[in-house]
Nanobody
């Protein structure tokens, strides 16, 4: 069982940065993958970024490529999402998630464990 707790959300002006954190507890194995998703009001949850727990393989949604960076600190069992050049359309609840295989896939249903979410609001 894995527990995930996100933090770092808030209100930011367009063009600004924000960094989200996701602290994981429980058993994380080297062949796990972790990801960030977001859900705006009235929309489906969508993939943002993912990386494996033991390598530097990453995957990003086209909408955030070049602006967002996913990373992790294995010693702290924490993953991050650095968000730069934020746009109003990035406004959403952001969730971190973990899946028990290393394949970097995008469907939310492929992920096994979820955090409670943190709100990110980008003002224009």
């Amino acid at each position: 069982q894995v527990q995930l707790v996100e933090s770092g959300g808030g209100l930011v002006q367009a063009g600004g940065p924000l960094r989200l954190s996701c602290a994981a507890s429980g058993r994380i194995f080297s062949d796990y993958a972790m990801g960030w998703f977001r859900q705006a009001p009235g929309k489906e949850r969508e993939f943002v970024a993912a990386m494996t727990w033991s390598s530097d393989s990453t995957r990003y949604a086209d909408s955030v490529k070049g602006r967002f960076t996913i990373s992790r600190d294995n010693a702290k069992n924490t993953m991050y999402l650095q968000m730069n050049s934020l746009k109003p359309e990035d406004t959403a609840v952001y969730y971190c998630a973990v899946k028990n295989t290393a394949l970097l896939v995008t469907p939310p249903r492929a992920y096994d464990y979820w955090g409670q979410g943190t709100q990110v609001t980008v003002s224009s």
